[in-house]
């Protein structure tokens, strides 16, 4: 799960990391208030309105109806809202978003933390996540932050500097040290990321977090380090005992298809092709999305029913695909192994008298127990519904279908 910018910098905060202060508002009037209590508790009289989305890239990306960038400065309180109401309401297009873009509800007024002084401020990149391979956390950190880290990983790898953390060890010491020492930092610079990047640590740990990604991580022209932008990823499995955190989920950043599905409890993926499908399992699921491909059609979801499919299940999971209009065709590929096949193939003909006239051709594929009989089943239903034993079979029925 992900949560808001402004979400992730008061948990960052919670722990001890140091943040660019900023106060959410959803009006241009609400955004005036947040910038004159900034000025208050900061003394900042220069502020940052960011558009508050669940994708990155905004300071890049535009508001269709205004021509706003994402994040923009506001270098007094007067232009505070106006500049929000130019990112307010609007639809932002950034390279993370798909050309549709995303609907900004809310605006984080941040109090502007690269005003001049001693040194130049100086951006970096700092990301915790887990390394599945290895088993462990990776700290990953950059002194070529605020850019397109993938690009910088892919010309320069060796300006990404890699720390793997032991999760039954801990964050060790000297490897926070490490990093600020490779990061080329010194002084109370040094101190100050030190400190950072071990409080981040603890606040990963303690959120049961899935990735960190703070780009960038700010040293101010007097030598603080803090974090301006925080994109975090929670590990949804855990969320059963993280309550609080589990609150902050914003449904109005999800795709409303896979919000449907997941109350459902069917593990749905919304895709851009023709072929709507549903399986028993997620390994068969994307088998079955390879052979869509290779009867020449592109797979328009992925759904896993999972292992106790039944009448009300795939009826659920025939109500979803079907909200998709791209659907041409809809393929049933189902292992009868726990479950029986016949018992499948009943479910699939209760849903369809109960959903009335299905509009695409459906092809229900069943192996496994009872193969024969939940075909049988399929054949003598009366309804536009053919069935398929062998997936060469199923794959020729769904060409047919869409060709
Ligand atoms: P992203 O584009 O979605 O990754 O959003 P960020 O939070 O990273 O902000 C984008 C850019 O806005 C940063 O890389 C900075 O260059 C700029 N920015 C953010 N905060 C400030 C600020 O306090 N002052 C100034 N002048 N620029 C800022
Ligand atoms: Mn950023």
Redesign the pocket.
């Known amino acids: 799960m992900n949560i808001h ?1 402004y979400q992730a910098k008061e948990l960052l905060k919670s722990y001890g990391v140091r943040i ?1 202060e900023g106060i959410v508002a959803d009006s241009p009037e609400g955004a005036l208030e947040a910038a004159k209590k900034l000025n208050a508790s900061t003394g900042t009289s ?1 502020y ?1 309105i ?1 558009a508050q989305i669940h994708a ?6 535009m508001v269709n109806e205004t021509g706003s960038r ?2 923009v ?1 506001a270098k007094s309180l007067e232009d505070v809202p106006v500049k929000a109401a130019g990112i307010l309401g609007g639809t932002l297009v ?1 390279i993370q978003t798909g050309a549709e873009g995303k609907k900004v509800n809310k605006v984080l007024v ?5 005003y001049p002084g001693a040194s130049e401020p100086k ?1 970096y990149y700092l990301s915790i996540l887990l390394d599945r391979g290895r088993g462990s956390n990776v700290i990953m950190a950059s002194t070529e932050g ?1 850019m397109d880290i993938e690009e910088v990983a892919e010309k320069h790898p060796e300006k990404i500097i890699k720390e793997w953390i032991d999760p039954k060890v801990g964050l060790q010491p000297f490897q926070a040290r490490k990093v600020a020492f490779k990061l080329g930092l010194e002084g109370n610079a040094f101190k100050e990321m030190v400190k950072f990047i071990t409080s981040l640590y603890n606040a990963y740990v303690g959120s049961d977090a899935a990735q960190f990604e703070i ?2 991580v700010l040293k101010t022209s007097d030598d603080k380090i803090l974090a ?2 925080a994109k975090v990823g929670l590990d949804d499995n855990a969320l059963y005992r993280q309550k609080a955190l589990a609150e902050l989920r914003d449904i109005a950043e999800e795709d409303p298809l896979e919000v449907e599905a997941g109350k459902s409890g069917l593990n749905y993926v919304k895709l851009d092709g023709n072929v709507g499908c549903m399986v028993n399992g997620a390994g068969l699921a994307m088998a079955t999305m390879d052979m869509i491909k290779l009867s020449g059609g592109e797979p328009a979801n992925f759904l896993d029913v999972g292992g106790g499919a039944n009448a009300v299940t795939v009826e659920a999971g025939f109500r979803i695909i079907l909200q998709d209009p791209n659907v041409k065709a809809i393929l049933i590929n189902v292992f009868g192994g726990i479950v029986r096949c016949d018992r499948i193939a009943n479910g699939v003909v209760e849903a369809y008298k109960t959903i009335g006239n299905i509009p695409v051709p459906i092809i229900v594929r069943l192996q496994g127990t009872n193969a024969e009989e939940g075909a049988r089943i399929i054949d003598e239903s009366g309804l536009k519904v053919s069935s398929a034993i062998t997936l060469k079979d199923a794959a020729e029925k769904v060409k047919a279908a869409i060709s």
């Open positions: 910018e660019q220069w940052v960011k990155g890239g905004r300071g890049k990306g994402g994040v400065l950034t941040a109090e502007d933390v690269y951006e605020g780009n960038p301006v932008d």
